[in-house]
Structures are given as C-alpha cells and as structure tokens.
C-alpha cells in the first residue's frame, strides 16, 4: 500500500515538475519577448545539441545515473533532473518525430506536455526504487551507479560534445577541440569548453567577427583565465615542470585563498 501511495504521488508531483521544468527551457528561446523559467547553462546545453535527438538524450542519460544515486543513497534529487534530464528527454522525444526545432523544442506547449509525462515517469522511477531498495542494499546501491554516473559525464559526454562539434564544420570543430582541451586540463572535463567553443564557432560562422562575437570571445578567456588561477593551475603547471614557484605569484595567489 505505501509503494501505491509513492508512486500516486510521484505522478502528480514529477508531472507538475516535468510540466513547468520543459516549459520554462522552451520559453527561454522566446526570451526576452517572454517570460521564462530556466537556467543559462540549460539554453547553452540544448542548444549546443544543435536540434539531434541522441544528442539530447545522451546528455540527460549522463546525469540520469547521478541524480539515480543521489535518490536512492541520499533520499534527494539533484538539480540536474530539472536542468538537465527533463528538458533534454522532452527534447529528444520530441524530435524523434519532428527535426523542425521551431515546432519541437521552442514550442512551450508541446514541450511542456510530453514533459510533463517524461516527468511523472523519472519522479516515478526514482521515488519508486529509493523506496523499494532496502537500506543494507543503498550503499552497495550508490557504489555502482556513482562510478557509471562518472565515467558517463568524465569521458562519454565530452566525447559526444566534441564529435558534435567537429560536425558543426571546421571553426566550430577547431574552437570546441581548442576550449575543450583546456576545460579538461584546467577544469577536470572538457564538455563546459566543447560548448563554449560550439557557441564561438557557430557565432563566428553565422555572424563574423562582430562585436557581439568578440565580446563572446574575450568573456570565455577571461573566464579560462580565472577558472585556472583560482584552481592554481599555474602553480601545479610550474611544480609539474620542476620549476621553482616566484615568491610574487604565490603571494598573490595566498591573497585571494581562505585559510
């Protein structure tokens, strides 16, 4: 009886949340006509699928594993299953039907319908197994599916990005080869710099050398730049060559840590 009560619910609520989650990610290429509900980083996301259906669906399954295990071993959802997983899935069924993007995935009703049904059956799912899942089972649970979740966003998902951007042509290829060489060095995964590096190449193609584009362009360095200084990649760069670290720099870099 309590399962049937888990699942009643799960319905209702992954249903609402897979309604408004789909519908706010479809909004957002209406914006600023339109109101929307969603995250930057999801419009670069699905925008950096380029409208493939595997594609979408690939992107959410890398972190479908992850959000699995935070439900089953913690009891709580990632944000990923609203940012990621539902509006890609609604996405990708959409255009396995349809490729035209204006009547698929920038559609705020159609989106918002088949995501409310993909929501009600991942909130299904995931409330459904947490339950059922005995709590001796959960750790051994979260030591399978956390390092299938890992080896789906470390090495797949880049993997799927980069071959997606050398599809896009040569600048988009070169950029996205380029940026997410440095993502994986400076960041521990290439895919931020693969999708940076599709958004400069397709702005460049579609655009020039605009203003629009250097600004772009000057944003993503400088935002490397920082990423790598406040990681110290600098100073793991000069210790990797056997060099000795300049008093300077790391007095500077001892002004911006936390002890």
């Known amino acids: 009886m309590e399962i049937l009560i888990v699942i009643l619910k799960s319905v209702i609520i992954g249903g609402l949340m897979g309604f408004s989650a789909a519908l706010g990610a479809a909004r957002m290429f ?3 006509t339109v109101q929307a509900l969603g ?14 259906a595997a594609s979408h669906f690939s992107f959410g399954l890398g972190f479908f594993f992850n ?3 935070s439900a089953v071993g913690a009891g709580a959802y990632t944000q990923d299953v609203t940012h990621r997983i539902l509006p890609n899935w609604a996405a990708a069924a959409l255009l396995s039907r349809n490729k035209n993007i204006s009547e698929t995935v920038h559609s705020p ?8 049904v993909i929501g009600a059956g991942i909130v299904t799912f995931l409330n459904a197994t947490s339950s059922a899942i005995p709590s001796s089972l959960q750790v051994t649970a979260v030591d399978v599916l956390v390092p299938a979740a890992t080896l789906l966003i470390s ?25 997410g060489g440095l993502a994986q060095l400076i960041m521990g ?27 772009l362009f000057v944003t993503v360095i400088i935002l490397f730049v920082l990423s790598a200084f406040f990681r110290g990649f600098d100073l793991n760069l000069i210790e990797q060559f056997k060099l000795g670290i300049p008093k300077w720099l790391q007095n500077f870099h001892d002004l911006f840590t936390v002890k």
């Open 30 to 32: 209406h914006s600023p």
């Open 39 to 52: 995250a930057f980083r999801t419009l670069g996301e699905m925008n950096a699928c380029e409208g493939d």
């Open 67 to 69: 959000a699995w295990a």
């Open 109 to 116: 009703k159609r989106m918002a319908i088949v995501g409310a």
């Open 155 to 179: 090495t797949v998902m880049p993997i799927v990005f980069w071959l997606a951007a050398l599809d896009a042509g040569k600048r988009t290829g070169f950029w996205g080869t380029l940026f």
């Open 189 to 215: 995964n290439a895919v931020p710099g693969v999708v940076l590096g599709i958004l400069v190449g397709k702005g460049v193609d579609e655009l020039g050398w605009s203003r629009l584009t250097k600004i």
